[in-house]
């Protein structure tokens, strides 16, 4: 181990400050107005960022004038290898470790809730996402959890952003809440995120040429 240690710590010292380009960022559509998948949305970018700051060597320097200052800037640039490394720590990674700690109960209360929901939504001619359950409708159909512990689960989900809380509720009433999307628990939080291959089909469908788009410009950080 302390061999390992110094290896990579050596490997650390090689890598010099510089600037990242990542013109991913815009091909990701994580939904900005849920707090917790904002943030995820932000730490794919730095991951993928990242990736490309240990690639460097890699990868092309390139050169670019910054138009306020006209400053010569060198740069290199993340490619759709730096976004498939990142893709799979994340998806394989980060948010399967977040599934794997949700507790087996509220999983099971969750997709009983889309039951619900998806039943809800054919008498009325709805998407499940755009039907309104009240928390007393919810206690009241579940039957193997006493209504404190639901309770307690439906305040968790909506923390995990998994349902959120209907403005206003149905017919006035407070405490209503609605699904975030009609998937299984354990896609929701990847499916948020495209895969390499349907980045690739993207571009290539848009004719973006590698360093045309640029959206997230990152100062690379010495490690070690």
């Not at 092309?60 to 799979?88: F, H, M, N, P, W």
């Not at 959890?145 to 809380?165: F, H, I, S």
Request: proline share 4%; hydrophobic share 35%; with cysteine.
């Amino acid at each position: 181990v302390p061999q390992i240690l110094r290896k990579h710590h050596a490997a650390q010292r090689l890598l010099q400050p510089v600037l990242i380009v990542n013109p991913f960022a815009s091909y990701l559509d994580f939904p900005t107005a849920l707090v917790r998948t904002r943030r995820d949305h932000e730490r794919f970018v730095d991951l993928i960022a990242v990736v490309c700051f240990l690639r460097q060597y890699q990868k092309e320097r390139k050169q670019s004038r910054e138009a306020s200052s006209g400053e010569e800037l060198q740069y290199i640039e993340c490619d759709l290898t730096d976004y498939e490394v990142a893709y799979r720590i994340m998806v394989g990674g980060v948010l399967s470790s977040t599934f794997a700690e949700l507790p087996h109960s509220l999983v099971r209360l969750y997709e009983e809730l889309r039951l619900m929901f998806c039943r809800q939504a054919k008498t009325s001619d709805l998407k499940p996402t755009e039907v309104t359950l009240t928390a007393r409708e919810i206690r009241r159909q579940v039957n193997w959890v006493g209504g404190e512990a639901v309770k307690k689960y439906l305040r968790k989900l909506t923390d995990y952003e998994y349902l959120q809380m209907a403005q206003g509720g149905r017919r006035g009433m407070r405490n209503s809440y609605r699904l975030v999307a009609d998937e299984p628990i354990e896609r929701l939080d990847c499916s948020m995120i495209p895969t390499p291959e349907a980045i690739a089909s993207r571009l290539q469908a848009e004719g973006v040429q590698p360093g045309q788009t640029v959206h997230v410009l990152r100062q690379g950080k010495k490690s070690g």
